[in-house]
């Protein structure tokens, strides 16, 4: 997963399908090489094994808190994948958003959990943006640019169906019950979008998005102090990088234009993101 | 190890393979000394000489240590506001002191809480000069905290209500009980005022070094043991360079009865990084101390390395958990260690039932 290498161990064999699936397009890296990452899903050596089994992540042997189900094994995975990157990439201004790109400019949206973020991310990705990240973009503060590191996008709870319903040719892994997110499936990235991960791309849109039922879909302008406002608070390194974190998400806001994007309906969703650079420029009522 | 043989001879780093990187980025990070490799590194200005890959993990390491040494100059800044609003006087210990004086060897240095000592008259008032400025004692168990109180050295750790940050309050650098008795009254002598502060002090650097052996080679549980030590190796180097440190260290480590600390400080940054000694320094120490013996190699060369698959090897648990013993042994008379250890595996059973029960 460009630009990281992980190693990856483990004793539990249901992991395997999935694995083998979803991450079936990614390079495999040389033994003998630097690995970012020393991960393990591995059996807690319990009674509990022989009937009901349960796992947890080690990162290069530390254990993770949280003891999950053997079932949830694949998404602990990719959690545990996420907390890698997060926890140690200080020379990124990291930041929870989905990020996908087209013709070199990417769009960025940073989200809390239940706004639709990653449904809106599964969808623009089937329909020719370029998959970055779903849940963490990368900023790079001495050269502008934006990093991604393409990896399967987590659905939850209905959005399973909706994506899997508009796009029947998705390759997904069951759906579990987990206890954190409620049902979780986890949707295989295009290979173009694994193969292309190491391109950065400019900062160009930072759109929040929102999912209200029965709304029509449309963008409204918002400005660059809120914005800035929600990134900083999105970012898991904002405090950590100090006057440099400032600096970095000032320079991140002032790149891009910055909007809010309410929906209910996807396809109509998809249409408005075709033009988004013309409908941003329309709609003029900035908030500050 | 490979880590050990970095931090001896840092001039070999631009020469190691990727898969070497690997490791010895991995063994930094468990030994919490991934910020002061960064340091030889740079000190060794082979900057360029390293991987793109791991060189992505130093600075990350970097970024983080700079913030939590600006972290920790304004927390300084905060507990001297509180001492100075009560009128009390209180020491810089360990990391913070480092920092606050600026020390070539807080370089690169991690943190995890911020230790000041107080005279044991003024704990009180310490106490609850520190609760108004937003630093309260975190729940213990009642044994716990009793333990505390009566027994120890320090009080319960306070945190910050706002901030979050740990503040170890300290009326002696070792337990009332422990077996060396220390000059604690002797550690006043020659404090230095922190730059911009009113009200805190350091340590001498003799008495600071001889502070850190204590307490490192009294601790039960070494998570930051080869962190500690490789702040030893540094105050040897950088207190050393004044040729006449030396004949005073052993003025000092008499005085206050911490001969022995500082004999395992010599031994162990030796032993692990090959710290240069003076002969005369060496030859004065064991006449006085001894030599240290096979048992505490067995132990202390183990339970020294980091907790990581590659520095497991035969007895690394069994001298864990003689570490253990010993520091209890040395902070407690044997009575009061048995009482202590079998509260403390019952309290350790409760708690394991409790949580199958809730499981």
């Not at chain 1, 930072?206 to 209200?212: F, S």
């Not at chain 1, 974190?245 to 998809?270: H, P, R, W």
């Not at chain 2, 922190?194 to 001498?204: A, E, I, K, R, S």
């Amino acid at each position: 997963m460009p630009p990281f290498v992980v190693r990856f161990r483990s004793n539990v064999p249901s992991l395997t399908p999935d694995f083998l699936t979803l991450y079936a397009d990614y390079e495999l890296a040389d033994v003998n090489g630097f690995a970012d990452f020393h991960v393990e899903i591995r059996y807690v050596p319990n009674l509990k094994r022989l009937f009901d089994p349960e796992i947890r992540f080690y990162f290069d042997g530390t254990p993770s808190f949280s003891v999950l189900p053997a079932q949830q094994s694949f998404p602990t995975l990719e959690w545990g994948l996420n907390w890698c990157v997060a926890a140690h990439s200080h020379h990124y201004l990291v930041v929870h958003a989905a990020v996908l790109e087209r013709n070199g400019f990417s769009l960025i949206m940073p989200a809390p959990p239940g706004s639709g973020k990653s449904t809106l991310c599964a969808a623009l990705m089937m329909n020719g943006w370029r998959l970055m990240s779903d849940e963490l973009t990368l900023y790079d503060r001495n050269t502008g640019h934006i990093y991604g590191h393409p990896r399967p996008v987590s659905l939850k709870n209905r959005s399973i169906d909706v994506i899997s319903s508009a796009f029947p040719d998705s390759v997904m892994t069951t759906p579990v019950m987990t206890e954190s997110k409620g049902m979780v499936a986890l949707l295989k990235p295009p290979e173009s979008a694994v193969l292309s991960a190491a391109l950065p791309a400019k900062p160009r849109w930072l759109v929040l998005p929102k999912y209200e039922q029965g709304t029509e879909a449309r963008f409204e302008r918002q400005g660059s102090a809120r914005t800035f406002a929600l990134i900083a608070e999105q970012s898991f390194n904002y405090d950590l990088l100090g006057l440099d974190g400032f600096n970095a998400v000032g320079s991140l806001v002032d790149q891009c234009i910055c909007a809010k994007f309410t929906y209910s309906n996807l396809d109509e969703a998809m249409s408005l993101f075709q033009n988004i650079e013309a409908h941003l420029h329309e709609v003029v009522s900035v908030t500050p | 190890m490979l880590l050990l043989e970095v931090l001896r001879k840092p001039q070999h780093i631009s020469s190691l393979s990727l898969r070497e990187w690997d490791l010895l980025i991995r063994q930094a990070r468990s030994a919490d000394l991934l910020g002061r490799l960064w340091r030889e590194v740079e000190l060794s200005g082979q900057v360029e000489g390293v991987p793109e890959a791991p060189k992505r993990h130093l600075m990350a390491a970097k970024f983080l240590v700079e913030r939590q040494h600006d972290a920790v100059r304004r927390e300084i800044g905060y507990i001297d506001e509180a001492m100075r609003a009560a009128g009390l006087r209180a020491i810089l210990l360990k990391g913070a002191a480092y920092v606050a004086t600026g020390k070539a060897l807080a370089t690169g240095r991690t943190f995890s809480d911020v230790d000041i000592l107080v005279e044991s008259d003024d704990l009180a008032a310490a106490e609850s000069a520190l609760s108004i400025y937003g630093w309260q004692p975190v729940k213990q168990s009642a044994y716990d905290e009793a333990y505390y109180r009566e027994w120890m050295h320090e009080i319960p750790p306070l945190v910050h209500v706002k901030r979050n940050t740990t503040l170890d309050l300290h009326h002696a650098i070792l337990p009332v009980t422990a077996r060396i008795k220390v000059n604690t009254q002797g550690l006043r002598e020659g404090n230095a005022l922190v730059d911009g502060c009113t009200n805190l002090y350091v340590l001498q650097d003799a008495d600071m070094l001889l502070h850190s052996a204590t307490h490192l080679f009294h601790e039960g549980e070494l998570a930051h043991g080869l962190r500690d030590l490789h702040d030893l190796h540094l105050m040897f180097g950088e207190f050393g360079a004044l040729p006449s440190f030396w004949d005073h260290l052993l003025i000092r480590a008499r005085y206050l009865g911490l001969m022995t600390p500082l004999l395992y400080a010599v031994r162990y940054s030796r032993r692990k990084f090959h710290t240069p000694f003076p002969l005369g320094f060496l030859g004065q120490l064991e006449s006085d101390s001894g030599q240290g013996s096979i048992l505490m190699d067995f132990c202390y060369d183990r339970a020294l390395l980091p907790k990581h698959a590659s520095c497991e090897q035969f007895g690394s648990g069994l001298a864990r958990v003689m570490v253990y013993l010993r520091s209890h042994w040395l902070k407690m008379p044997l009575g009061l260690l048995l009482y202590h250890l079998s509260v403390k595996s019952l309290a350790r059973l409760r708690a394991k039932e409790d949580k199958a029960a809730t499981a």
